[in-house]
């Protein structure tokens, strides 16, 4: 962990009452991110009405040079593609880039396709329902990478070198933001967050699981088991309920299962 000054007033922040604020800095080629996608999440569903959040697309200095030489090359596969793609989605709101990023890690880290290219990033979006004319048109707009290029801009400003990591900020303009790198217990990142609002916290009753489902799209045996505070077994048990009635699929992967709504089939 590290203390970092407050950067906030750097950027056009959303209009909230919620106390504390997170930037979430990601590489979407690095496979430690993926791990940090569940702990968002988890943290979203017990205690969102504390914090927002901002995903901050972090890759390698040589992908990010290239690139910005000629930030509108979206037509050729290129390894800075992925954090563009993110971006692209984000226009349509938060919660649709936060559900592309999510598909993405799925599709590099589970299914091993190349996200680098422009047709399996279209593919992602069309898979999680946004308007795919108006993202194609983003993503190859100089839009979307001057978007990428101000995330890249605030990991220097933050002296942010390692993704994935987590920048927190309590509604305090003069207090020092708390970063903490790499992938911790989910217990840590509560503890943070509990440290910089100076109270303990009241976690928020988990919606339903077809809820769940609708907001997250895919999800594994471990992290429905969490959530709900039941055992693997439990889980097991009301997914393959789901299951059966064709409400959801389930797909190992690695040694974990990952269960998807139906609909995107």
């Not at 290029?149 to 927190?168: G, K, N, T, W």
């Not at 039941?230 to 299951?243: F, P």
């Not at 974990?256 to 995107?264: G, Q, S, V, Y």
Request: net charge negative; hydrophobic share 40%.
């Amino acid at each position: 962990m590290s203390f970092l000054p407050n950067t906030s007033n750097m950027l056009e922040t959303e209009n909230s009452v919620k106390p504390l604020e997170l930037y979430v800095f990601i590489d979407p080629t690095d496979a430690d991110c993926y791990g940090l996608v569940p702990v968002l999440r988890r943290l979203q569903v017990e205690y969102e009405k504390y914090f927002t959040y901002r995903i901050i697309m972090k890759t390698c200095h040589s992908q990010q040079k290239s690139l910005c030489q000629d930030p509108q090359d979206t037509r050729v596969p290129h390894p800075a593609l992925p954090a563009v793609a993110v971006k692209a989605a984000e226009f349509q709101g938060k919660r649709a880039g936060f559900k592309y990023l999510s598909r993405l890690l799925d599709y590099r880290f589970l299914k091993g396709r190349d996200v680098t290219t422009p047709e399996v990033l279209l593919e992602i979006a069309e898979l999680i329902g946004i308007d795919t004319a108006e993202f194609t048109q983003d993503f190859r707009s100089v839009n979307a990478a001057k978007s990428f290029q101000c995330d890249l801009y605030i990991s220097r400003e933050m002296e942010v070198h390692q993704a994935p990591s987590f920048v927190f900020f309590n509604n305090n303009f003069e207090d020092e933001g708390l970063m903490v790198e790499g992938i911790h217990d989910y217990e840590i990142y509560v503890k943070v967050l509990e440290e910089l609002l100076g109270e303990q916290m009241e976690k928020s009753v988990p919606p339903s699981l077809d809820e769940l489902f609708r907001r997250y799209d895919s999800l594994t045996t471990g992290e429905i088991a969490a959530i709900y505070k039941v055992n693997i077994r439990t889980a097991e048990r009301e997914l393959k309920k789901r299951l059966l009635q064709r409400r959801v699929e389930c797909m190992p992967v690695r040694g974990a299962t990952l269960w998807r709504r139906k609909m995107d089939l």
